[in-house]
Antibody, heavy 119, light 113 residues
Framework: QITLKESGPTLVKPTQTLTLTCTFSGFSLRTSGVRVGWIRQPPGKALEWLAL???????RYSPSLKSRLTITKDTSKNQVVLTMTNMDPVDTATYYCTHNSPWFGETHWGQGTLVTVSS | DIVVTQSPDSLAVSLGERATINCKSS????????????LAWYQQKPGQPPKLLIYWASTRESGVPDRFSGSGSGTDFTLTISSLQAEDVAVYYCQQYYDTPYSFGQGTKLEIK
């Protein structure tokens, strides 16, 4: 059974760096083909794809946010970390991590964590 | 980058009636080597994360009721709910996962008329 859970601060100040951790179980990022992604959703708005990390440490980013995002993995801890620099109030959103399948899409989602950017 | 556009933005349908949501991608999402469309549909209920309903444009995820069906190929796709139930009230998103950056449509809010 695959589960994912996001953790991190609920409130960050403008210009600060956000660090979110996704802790998962039921699969391993050592397994060929496995990927973990991050997606966000501002309140009342649509889903926005952010980043993806592959089992072989390949990484993909949203072009519009690429300069601000870094995705890393710690396979020993079953964790994926997303950092986003220079946070702005427009980055206020629920951030989800997902188990991504190259064949089926985002098959499993965490519950999400709401991050508010405010001074 | 592939842009995905859904229509309509919102939809009100009577219980037991058919609901149809459209999704269009700016480029084909049909992978020629396996003839699969890399297009998924998700359902999001209030306060919950999205849930995968359909992948490969027309394959239902395990446990998804058969009143949900997907169709289309290339750049034009449709999600159909054949007989709307009260529990189907949600926002529905399509997503292309043919190429990164993977992209979502803007969502379609489905309500009961």
């Amino acid at each position: 059974q695959i589960t994912l859970k996001e953790s991190g601060p609920t409130l960050v100040k403008p210009t600060q760096t956000l660090t979110l951790t996704c802790t998962f179980s039921g699969f391993s990022l050592r397994t060929s083909g496995v990927r973990v992604g991050w997606i966000r959703q501002p309140p009342g708005k649509a889903l926005e794809w952010l980043a993806l990390i592959y089992w072989d440490d390949d990484k993909r980013y949203s072009p519009s946010l690429k300069s601000r995002l870094t995705i890393t993995k710690d396979t020993s801890k079953n964790q994926v970390v997303l950092t986003m620099t220079n946070m702005d109030p427009v980055d206020t959103a629920t951030y989800y991590c997902t188990h991504n399948s190259p064949w089926f899409g985002e098959t499993h989602w965490g519950q999400g964590t709401l991050v508010t950017v405010s001074s | 980058d592939i842009v995905v556009t859904q229509s309509p933005d919102s939809l009100a349908v009577s219980l037991g009636e058919r609901a149809t949501i459209n999704c269009k991608s700016s480029q084909t999402v049909l992978y020629s080597s396996n003839n699969k469309n890399y297009l998924a549909w998700y359902q999001q209920k209030p306060g919950q994360p999205p849930k995968l309903l359909i992948y490969w444009a027309s394959t239902r995820e395990s446990g998804v009721p058969d009143r949900f069906s997907g169709s289309g190929s290339g750049t034009d796709f449709t999600l159909t709910i054949s007989s709307l139930q009260a529990e189907d009230v949600a926002v529905y998103y399509c997503q292309q996962y043919y190429d990164t950056p993977y992209s979502f449509g803007q969502g379609t809010k489905l309500e009961i008329k």
